[in-house]
């Protein structure tokens, strides 16, 4: 059984950037048709996605985030990061690693627990 485990600092200063990091156990983020994708809840609202990298390393992000995101892999690790430039307030909130299987817009199948970021001073 794939599980997913989101791992960062969870308080970020404005204008730093914030570096998160997901890993994957139970699964290979190779494995074919894999997908694993960063989406976020700011508190109060729905989810958002942020990006995401595909079983062959291909990167999409959402044009609203596209200048200040970079979704990377490191395929000797199992690891998929995040990181977030330019970081302000609204920034803030739940950050979950979720994969989806044969389409992005299928759904996701699996969620790590989430891990809770705070852009404060």
């Known amino acids: 059984q794939v599980q997913l485990q989101e791992s960062g600092p969870g308080l970020v200063k404005p204008s730093q950037t914030l570096s998160l990091t997901c890993t994957v156990s139970?699964?290979?983020?190779?494995?074919?048709?894999?997908?694993w994708i960063w989406v976020r809840q700011p508190p109060g609202k729905g989810l958002e996605w942020i990006g995401y990298t595909t079983y062959i390393g291909r990167t999409v992000y959402n044009p609203s985030l596209r200048s200040r995101a970079s979704i990377s892999r490191d395929t000797s690790k199992n690891q998929v990061t995040l990181q977030l430039r330019s970081v302000t307030p609204e920034d803030t909130g739940v950050y979950y690693c979720t994969r989806a299987v044969d389409a992005v817009g299928g759904g996701f199948d699996c969620w790590g627990q989430g891990t809770q970021v705070t852009v404060s001073s």
């Open positions: 139970g699964g290979s983020i190779t494995t074919n048709q894999n997908y």
